[in-house]
């Protein structure tokens, strides 16, 4: 059977990661290939990277990265942010990453989820949400949750798909760093009415936050620092999602 | 031994020669026809939409070269749907080497079919030493049906080909070099072979 992912991500700038990293068996925390590789090896089941370099060295820097990730872990990674044109994502699948993730783009230029569906194969599309919860239901925020974009998040998560995305990477800004649990109202219902799989992100705190986000029908949950800190070290999280029948690779 | 890597603008080459790298061999990445006949082993990679990678193959004459060859072929993702008969995507005449279908996966799954799937029924020497239900990653959309050219399978929910044989032709649905070590096991027996 298909098995549920559980995916570590990591933040890079300027080819360095950059949120605390607590790890004893690793030289350089700093350094996302030799955290990568840990993470591959302790059963990570794809890796998400999140460049949020801002100078004009950045595309540069990021080809060389994703070469280096490439080139040393065997298993897919997603890279996100940022991108913006078909050249920025041609350099990326061409040094070897397997997905882009596009975000505040594609909510001001729609068009270019197609163009890169049509270009590149759907497959290696996924559509970054950022949403919240609002008394009046779950809104898409753009430029790191601090425009409101007027969109609904399960109209627009629709409609992405219908324009070519192959895949939602779906984050709760309402849960993101409460550790309280994924926001699985809105993850359900999203997962529930897409044909394409939906990550889930924001909010894990802990083993049965993932259990409770796979029941509601996520294919696949995303989280950093609990993973870099090792609270929820990800063999262990296998092992019980496993015991409470969710099926997942060991 | 001389590895060459079928050249058609197919996107993730980069990934099979890192893959290589890592099993300490080297590959060369051609479309030129003697290159190609001239290798010990042939591996074909692909990633996109099945009609504009058939037209890619026609630029070279390559959809007129690969059916005459005779070493070890090994086609990957949709280098294993390109070497089938017919693909429902883009109503695609393909190949055609091995005499296999390629349809669209039931509207009742989620599509793609994305991560990391058991391996069942085992059969050939590409999958010596790997053991039954090892997992292998998967993403595409399409699949082959299970035939008598089926050397692996997988479920989604339903059986289909995870790889095929014909002959000297070997074809895996998932991305060997994305697969883990299992992944690299594999690749390592098609080196072996």
Known sequence: MLTKRIIPCLDIKNGRTVKGVRFEDIRDAGDPVELAALYAKQGADELVFLDITATNEKRKTLRELVREIARYIDIPFTVGGGISAVEDVEVLLQNGADKVSVNSSAIHRPDLITELASRFGSQCVTVAIDTKSTPEGWKVFSKAGTVDTGLWALDWAKEVVELGAGEILLTSMSNDGTKNGFALDITGEISRNVIVPVIASGGAGNQQHFLDVFEVGADAALAASIFHFQEVPIPGLKQYLAENKIDIRI | ?193
């Open chain 2, 1 to 193: 031994m001389k590895i060459v890597i079928v050249d058609y603008k197919a996107g993730n080459v980069q990934s099979v020669l890192f893959a290589l790298e890592r099993l300490g061999a080297q590959a060369t990445v051609t479309s030129n026809a003697e290159e190609i006949q001239s290798a010990d082993k042939v591996i074909f990679p692909g990633v996109g939409e099945a009609s504009s990678a058939m037209r890619a193959l026609k630029v070279n004459n390559l959809d007129q070269l690969l059916p005459t060859l005779t070493q070890p072929f090994l086609g990957v993702c949709l280098g294993m749907q390109l070497l089938c008969q017919h693909s429902e995507e883009g109503d695609t005449v393909m190949l055609g080497i091995i005499p296999v279908p390629v349809k669209k996966f039931d509207a009742a799954v989620k599509v793609p079919h994305m991560g990391w799937n058991n391996l069942h029924h085992l059969k050939s020497d590409l999958f010596t030493g790997i053991n039954e239900d090892e997992y292998a990653y998967f993403v595409h959309s399409f699949y082959a049906p299970v035939t008598e050219h089926t050397i692996a399978q997988s479920s989604y929910p339903e059986p289909f080909s995870a790889a095929l044989q014909y002959k000297n032709f070997y074809a895996v649905q998932f991305h060997t070099e994305k697969s883990g070590p299992a992944g690299a096991h594999i690749l390592q027996n098609f080196l072996n072979l």
